[in-house]
């Protein structure tokens, strides 16, 4: 059996090493270095003491290595360990709410711009991106301004609230997209049989979004699981706090406990790795299909 050589058109064979290759290869490997480092950095200090990791010159391997950061963090008999377990569910509270009601309003908004036609909707479904040009930063007094007057403040709603209109634009234009390349073909005959439009959504169109639906939810979460400018501002007492906004508690006036620090961030970032692991395929599977038309 002959082994098969690659050719160019006009029949010369064609080199195994291309030169676009090799550059995408060296691109990407710089990009994964660049994202990477810090990581391994953060996770190297985690298992240091506070001397070792002021030590001079540092050492990316700690010569002893402790799990004394994490478990003060995990264990709830201690003061720290407390307060970082308390932060840690009031971000699930607040993401997992934010997800729930995000995605849950974005679904049938951007199914109605896909498939309805009503006057206004292009003007409309611009505007909605439109907020996606300004930074978040601009909207926090008005925003504030707008919890205070209906008694928010230092409520968790008052994040859920902000978050939600912060993920929903995206999350309306990655559905639409999604909705966009389904066949009404599909809905049609179900509607021939007999179906209702709101029970052809259900049975027909929902199934077929799954992929779209989470990497909306996925966004929604990491973008409400991130956040710190608004919690800081909105939640004034510490039982309320997130845990971006605890983090904070690991900085004082003269020492920093940065082994603790990295700990802590470390385990927060522990459940948005698992969930985009867990659900990679859905969301490069909605990325892709979203961009496609039929």
């Known amino acids: 059996m002959s082994a098969s050589v690659s050719t160019r058109p006009g029949g010369r064979p064609r080199p195994w090493i291309q030169p676009h290759l090799v550059l995408a290869a060296l691109t990407i490997g710089l990009l994964l270095l660049f994202v990477l480092l810090p ?4 996770i190297s200090t985690s298992f240091k ?4 990791a002021m030590q001079q010159p540092p050492r990316w391997i700690p010569e002893v290595p402790t799990f004394e950061n994490y478990a003060k963090l995990l264990d709830p008999r201690g003061e720290g360990g407390r307060w970082f377990l308390r932060y840690l569910l009031n971000s699930f509270i607040v993401s997992t709410a934010t997800t729930v009601l995000g995605t849950a309003v974005a679904v049938p908004a951007a199914y109605a711009f896909s498939r309805f036609r009503f006057p206004g909707r292009r003007l409309l479904f611009m505007t909605i991106l439109v907020r996606n040009m300004f930074p978040a930063v601009v909207f926090l007094i008005p925003l504030f301004i707008l919890m205070r007057t209906f008694g928010l403040v230092d409520r968790h709603a008052s994040l859920i609230i902000t978050y939600m209109t912060f993920g929903l634009p995206l999350a309306i234009w990655l559905l639409k997209g999604y909705y966009d390349n389904i066949p009404t073909e ?3 005959a179900a509607l021939v049989d007999g179906a209702t439009r709101f029970f052809a959504f259900v049975r027909v169109v ?5 992929p779209g639906i989470v990497a909306a939810a996925i966004y929604v979460f990491i973008q409400a699981w991130n956040e710190y400018l608004y919690a800081l501002t909105f939640l004034n007492s510490d039982e309320l706090m997130t845990l971006p906004v605890g983090l904070q508690s690991y900085f004082s006036e003269f020492v920093t406990d940065w082994p603790g620090l990295m700990a802590s961030s470390f385990v927060m970032s522990i459940p948005v790795v698992v969930l985009f692991m867990v659900l990679q395929r859905y969301f490069v599977r909605a990325l892709t299909e979203g961009a496609l038309k039929t």
């Open 39 to 42: 990581m391994a950095w953060m």
């Open 49 to 52: 003491s506070q001397v070792a």
């Open 186 to 188: 599909l809905e049609e």
């Open 206 to 210: 929902m199934p077929l979004s799954v």
